[in-house]
């Protein structure tokens, strides 16, 4: 099962393919690219959306306020 990584959606479709890899297109969002995150169950994306929201850090400002 392919899903697109930006919206995780289902609806990721090869563009082109050929001798340098495939390019994907996602119908929902309109992300075009060669990645995108392949698992063998629904159950799969799901694990990976909890792995996303646990090694999320909060944006941190890089200027000194005071």
Request: net charge positive; glycine share 10%; aromatic share 10%.
């Amino acid at each position: 099962m392919l899903y697109c990584p930006r919206c995780k959606s289902q609806e990721v479709f090869p563009e082109t393919g050929g001798y340098i890899g495939s390019i994907y297109i996602c119908k929902d969002c309109g992300y075009r690219g060669s990645f995108v995150l392949e698992v063998d169950s629904p159950e799969g994306i799901r694990d990976v959306e909890r792995e996303e929201r646990k090694h999320k850090k909060p944006v941190r400002s890089h200027t000194k306020q005071g």
